[in-house]
């Protein structure tokens, strides 16, 4: 097992743009987990402000503030603890979903496939933001609605990726021998297919952080998460609430924007080099 785990982190370092990324994601997780060493209540606080409305950069203010006063620099670090965690939430949330659905639908045929199937197409059909934007609407507006409405409406696309490489799994001769010899359902499930869709299921996690962080900044932008709480998402709203686009105060919006692209950029560099990494046989192909 630790030979396999030194060779699979061999094999990433020879991937530059999977380095980069996984240097630049420990940066945005340390800068997350440090900002409250850096930024205090005060400097959230919209009556408390420690600056004036809509200041744009200076040596007292790196990035500008925002339309109440409060340093850009701040709610950015602050708001990166908020996107983070429902990103990572919200995707631990709909690969969860998607992988037991894949799983049950892979190897349970008949009826049992076909119906999870059905379902699972019924949800690719339909627009995943439209459909988290409409559920988060007539939930109760908070961080935790927004995680639930992410995680109820991305998982098809890892439920379709399991079920295929379940399928591919199941026709393998140990399987097959492992079920001619008796072994239960849950059995073959948790002991043989299970663990051979892990590195699958990692990539694709990864992968998809990527997009339920900018599916969170989504939603908050159109006013169904909390206000109350700082993220990159309600930095925006509030930017396009007081016209920083038509006034030109772009420091109001660029830091968040960029943030958004570059944790987004991240994640899909890190799920590409592991996704590579952990099936070799991607390797070299566009």
């Known amino acids: 097992m630790s030979g396999s785990l030194a060779r699979s982190l061999r094999e990433y370092r020879n991937h530059r743009a999977g380095v980069v990324g996984l240097a630049a994601l420990l940066l945005f997780v340390a800068l997350a987990v440090g900002a409250p060493l850096f930024v205090t209540a005060r400097d959230l606080s919209?009556?408390?402000?420690?600056?004036?409305?809509?200041?744009?950069?200076?040596?007292?203010?790196l990035l500008g503030t925002d339309a109440y006063g409060r340093s850009m620099l701040a709610v950015t670090l602050w708001g990166a603890r908020i996107s983070l965690a429902v990103g990572l939430l919200a995707t631990m949330m709909s690969v969860g979903i998607g992988s037991l659905t894949g799983i049950v639908a892979g190897h349970f045929r008949g009826w049992v496939s076909t119906l999870l199937m059905r379902v699972t197409d019924w949800f690719l059909v339909l627009p995943t933001l439209v459909l988290a934007a409409a559920l988060a609407s007539v939930m109760h507006r908070g961080i935790v609605t927004v995680i639930i409405a992410i995680g109820l409406t991305a998982w098809p696309g890892t439920a379709r990726l399991v079920r295929a490489q379940t399928l591919t799994l199941e026709a393998r001769p140990y399987v097959e021998r492992a079920k001619a010899l008796g072994a239960g359902d849950w059995h073959v499930m948790r002991r043989h297919v299970l663990p051979n869709l892990t590195p699958l299921i990692l990539a694709q996690t990864t992968l998809s952080v990527s997009a339920a962080i900018l599916m969170e900044a989504t939603l908050a932008f159109l006013g169904l998460s909390d206000p109350t709480k700082v993220s990159w998402g309600t930095t925006l709203q509030l930017a396009q609430q007081v016209g920083a686009v038509s006034a030109g105060d772009w420091w109001i919006l660029l830091p968040p924007g960029l943030a958004i692209v570059a944790v987004a950029l991240a994640f899909t560099l890190c799920g590409r080099a592991l996704e590579a990494t952990l099936n070799p046989r991607l390797e070299g192909k566009g």
Request: hydrophobic share 30%; glycine share 6%.
């Open 46 to 61: 919209a009556v408390y402000a420690p600056g004036a409305p809509r200041q744009p950069p200076s040596s007292h203010f």
